[in-house]
């Protein structure tokens, strides 16, 4: 059964350091999604990318944050300057139709220092 | 705006018993709910949703959710809960007014005790 992947599965940084996550998404797939899951706390709506465009971004997703999807496969979501704040569980998501149905990937577990 | 409440953090339940993961939504538009549910250091995993038609949803490893307009709820259930069945489980909501945007609710851990 096809799944979304996602890399690393940890990742340790420095604050004001850049990271890039990425995910691999469901080949057949149009619709991309990035989530983020603070310790503890609910699963947060970051951004959602059709096209090679964003559609729809949450206010957490400020000037700090970027994706993009490079080539055909991959799908990516960068933190220019982490802070503390970041440190979580981010989770790439993707849908073949238009807002129903997501596949999480298995998440990345962020950690700022 | 859409929004999704779960209202027990944590449901314990004996193994062979019935099991409820309760979930309520409030949407302007028509809703489509999901249910997912988290295992330890895992990811999301989709358990069933409705969209539109019949209110009794049967999703994977003998979940059902019956959708109540309503009562606005969509409640998880299992006839008979396994050990394994422990895990958080999400409730999810979209609102087909606003865009694409899944809300999730605070999630319920769900213990089930041998």
């Known amino acids: 059964e096809p799944e979304v992947t996602q890399t690393p599965s940890h990742q340790v940084t420095q604050m004001g350091q850049e990271v890039i996550l990425r995910c691999v998404p469901i080949?057949?797939?149009?619709?991309f999604y990035w989530y983020r899951q603070i310790l503890g706390q609910k699963v947060e709506f970051l951004v959602s990318?059709?096209?090679?465009?964003?559609?729809?971004k949450s206010e957490i997703f400020d000037d700090q944050f970027s994706v993009e999807r490079p080539d055909g496969s991959n799908f990516t979501l960068k933190i220019r300057s982490t802070k503390l704040e970041d440190s979580a569980m981010y989770f790439c998501?993707?849908?073949?139709?238009?807002?129903?149905?997501?596949?999480f990937g298995p998440g990345t577990r962020l950690t700022v220092l | 705006a859409q929004s999704v409440a779960q209202p027990e953090d944590q449901v314990n339940v004996a193994e062979g018993n019935p099991l409820t993961v309760k979930c309520t939504y409030s949407?302007?538009?028509?809703?489509?709910l999901f249910w997912y549910v988290q295992y330890p250091n895992r990811g999301l995993q989709f358990l069933l949703k409705?969209?539109?038609?019949?209110?009794l949803v049967k999703g994977s490893y003998g979940f059902e959710a019956e959708f109540n307009k309503s009562q606005t709820s969509f409640h998880l259930k299992k006839p008979s809960a396994l050990v394994s069945d422990s895990a958080l489980y999400f409730c999810?909501?979209?609102?087909?007014?606003?865009?694409?945007?899944?809300?999730f609710g605070p999630g319920t851990r769900l213990s089930v005790l041998p």
């Open positions: 998501a993707s849908s073949e139709f238009l807002g129903l149905d997501r596949f």
């Open positions: 409705y969209i539109t038609g019949d209110n």
């Open positions: 999810a909501v979209r609102d087909e007014n606003y865009g694409q945007n899944f809300v």
């Open positions: 990318f059709y096209n090679n465009e964003i559609s729809e």
């Open positions: 080949s057949n797939h149009l619709y």
């Open positions: 949407v302007s538009g028509n809703p489509y």
